[in-house]
C-alpha cells in the first residue's frame, strides 16, 4: 500500500476507534457499565483486577484496544510490511484518535457553555420583563 493510502487509511480509521472510545468511556448509554467498572477500579482486590475495570473508564486506555481490534480485522500496517508496521501504526492510529477525542471534548464544552450563558441571559430578560411588568403594574392607575 502506498504512504499516502496509509495515511488516509489512519485518518479515517481514527474515526471509529474515536467513536466507540469516547462512547464507552463518556456517553449515558454505558453510564451503568462504567459506574460498575470506576467502582471495580477502585475497591477491587487485586492488581490486575482493578487495572482491567480502570480500561473501560478511560478513553485514552480504552483506545489502544479498540485500535489493536480494528488493526487485526483491517490488517492494517504503517511504513512497514512486517510486524513493525503493525505497532507503528497501531500508536499511530491511537494517537490520531485521542487527537479526535480532544477535539470533541473541547467542542462539547464550547457548545455546553454557550447553553449556560444563553440560559443564563434568557433568565436576566425573563427577571428584568417581569420587574417592567410590576413597575407597570404599580403605576397603573386605578380605574
Not at 499516502?4 to 480509521?13: A, C, D, H, K, N
Not at 482491567?52 to 480504552?62: G, R
Not at 485500535?67 to 492510529?93: E, M, P, V
Request: glycine share 4%; aromatic share 16%; hydrophobic share 45%.
Amino acid at each position: 500500500m502506498a504512504l499516502g493510502t496509509q495515511v488516509v487509511w489512519l485518518f479515517v480509521m481514527a474515526i471509529p476507534v474515536a467513536c466507540i472510545a469516547w462512547t464507552v468511556t463518556h456517553e449515558e448509554v454505558f453510564r451503568e457499565a462504567r459506574d460498575y467498572c470506576e467502582r471495580q477500579s477502585e475497591e477491587a482486590h487485586g492488581l490486575v483486577r482493578r487495572k482491567f475495570f480502570f480500561l473501560f473508564t478511560c478513553e485514552y486506555c480504552f483506545s489502544h484496544y479498540v485500535a489493536a481490534f480494528f488493526i487485526a480485522i483491517t490488517r492494517y500496517k504503517l511504513l512497514y510490511q512486517d510486524w513493525r508496521g503493525y505497532i507503528i501504526g497501531g500508536f499511530a492510529l491511537v494517537w490520531v484518535a485521542n487527537q479526535y477525542m480532544s477535539l470533541y471534548g473541547h467542542l462539547r464544552l464550547d457548545l455546553k457553555k454557550e447553553r449556560v450563558e444563553i440560559s443564563k441571559e434568557q433568565k436576566e430578560v425573563e427577571i428584568r420583563q417581569a420587574q417592567a411588568e410590576a413597575v407597570e403594574r404599580r403605576n397603573k392607575p386605578a380605574a
